[in-house]
């Protein structure tokens, strides 16, 4: 199967997060409140046209929404100690529970490392849910290294964040 990544439809983002954050929570897992995955909250001035779609083709031709992730260069609320476009900030990463075990997760990196060397960054960042030992382990094995914790709070809600670094 191949699979090809766009920003030009923030529905299918939209729709990506969603579906995930709904099984989340319908697997006692919930990382995002449902309501707040909106695109009033989603997109702002500096995630509008960062709302990226894997889609994966099928053998006949058909294309589908295989997982979603944000990647800015901005991120005042979860980075405001890091200087603008000096990293790639990626949030609201989501596979579909029927392309999980297909390896997205590296074709997303590739992309977004892809992405920071075209403006000459070498650095991703991210932060996830610090009570969540799999998830932080999942980011470790796949080249990211902890730096910090803190709580952040956003829509209503507040984390304790695991933040990584990864640089290239």
Request: charge should be negative; aromatic fraction near 14%; include cysteine.
């Given at each position: 199967?191949?699979?090809?990544?766009r920003?030009?439809?923030?529905?299918?983002f939209?729709?990506?997060?969603?579906?995930?954050?709904?099984?989340l929570?319908d697997?006692?897992?919930?990382?995002?409140?449902?309501?707040t995955?909106?695109p009033?909250?989603?997109?702002?001035?500096?995630?509008?046209?960062?709302?990226y779609?894997?889609?994966a083709?099928?053998p006949?031709?058909?294309?589908?929404?295989a997982?979603?992730f944000?990647?800015?260069?901005k991120?005042?609320?979860?980075?405001?100690?890091?200087?603008?476009?000096?990293?790639?900030?990626?949030?609201?990463?989501?596979?579909r529970?029927?392309f999980?075990?297909?390896?997205l997760?590296?074709?997303?990196?590739?992309?977004?490392?892809?992405?920071?060397?075209?403006?000459?960054?070498h650095?991703?960042q991210?932060?996830?849910?610090?009570?969540?030992?799999?998830?932080?382990?999942?980011?470790?094995r796949?080249?990211?290294?902890?730096?910090?914790?803190?709580?952040?709070?956003?829509?209503g809600?507040?984390f304790?964040?695991?933040?990584?670094v990864?640089?290239?």
């Amino acid at each position: 199967m191949k699979f090809t990544i766009r920003n030009d439809r923030p529905e299918d983002f939209l729709g990506v997060v969603r579906e995930v954050g709904q099984w989340l929570a319908d697997t006692g897992r919930e990382l995002w409140a449902i309501d707040t995955l909106t695109p009033e909250n989603l997109f702002d001035e500096f995630t509008t046209g960062n709302g990226y779609v894997v889609y994966a083709r099928h053998p006949d031709g058909r294309e589908e929404p295989a997982g979603a992730f944000i990647l800015q260069w901005k991120d005042p609320l979860f980075f405001g100690d890091v200087p603008d476009n000096t990293a790639g900030f990626i949030h609201k990463l989501a596979i579909r529970r029927a392309f999980a075990g297909q390896n997205l997760f590296a074709r997303m990196l590739d992309f977004c490392r892809a992405e920071c060397l075209k403006r000459g960054i070498h650095e991703i960042q991210l932060e996830t849910d610090g009570t969540r030992p799999a998830l932080m382990q999942f980011y470790e094995r796949n080249g990211f290294e902890p730096t910090h914790r803190r709580e952040v709070s956003e829509f209503g809600q507040t984390f304790l964040c695991q933040y990584y670094v990864m640089r290239f």
